[in-house]
């Protein structure tokens, strides 16, 4: 009876490094959309394949695109017109200070008459309201020129938004067809890093400690891969076990079964 019980925990003991994970896709990412519009292009053709340079989906945008033009000549016509007043605004300085000198040259001549020094001053006083009046000018075309650069940096977003690329990623699948109507939080696509692939599994509490210094074997094959994510929270759904992550070159084949061993030597 002893020597059955011991041959018990020795196999127990033999089980405990041993796990079981699917080899999944590096990343899987859920495109949703940012946009309101019409979907003009919804490439079934380059579902299964890695995307280069094509838009897998493109949402219209010619509104966004005429509008951005006359956003972007209306900048062009504040800017030219903000450059002006600047100069004006230096010539008026330029005026402003030679009046000033004259006005204290002449407010001390005692052939000057008081009503000729009142219109000399009233008249230094137009002149420096005068800077006044454009300096309030040149600062709402600041505002004007920030608000509209603001709106031209969202169309351009929106723009680049309904054109949608994914460079590197395979595209898995799509959620719309060519004339739907999406708005913003509308799933469009799924999408697959495979440059790598990654096994998720569930450590036991004994096993959570060492786990990055153990060797791996992945189907009874030693490898040099190491543990890269591990988690000592236990998990949520995976009550007393602990998540952990091994990243690995890409197979072929994607979502086969394969077992992994934390071995000590």
Known sequence: MKSLLLLFITMLSLQADVYYSKVEPYETR??????????TVANENLIGQTLIHSSFIVIDAKLDREELGFVTQKLEDLKSTLEVNKKILANLNEALEKKRVNYDRVKELKIKSSVEKDREFYDLVSSENAPLTIQK?????KNQIADLSLRKAQLERSIEDKNLKAKGFKLYSLAVKVGEVVTKGTPLATLVDESRAILTIYLNEADVLNAKSKVIYIDSKKTSYKIDRLLNIADSKNISKYKAQIII?????????????????
Do not use: H, T
């Open 249 to 265: 070159k890409s197979p072929k084949i994607f979502s086969q079964l394969v077992k992994v061993e934390l071995r000590d030597e």
């Open 137 to 141: 000018e040149i600062n709402s075309l």
């Open 30 to 39: 859920k495109i949703s959309s940012n946009v309101m519009g019409v979907v």
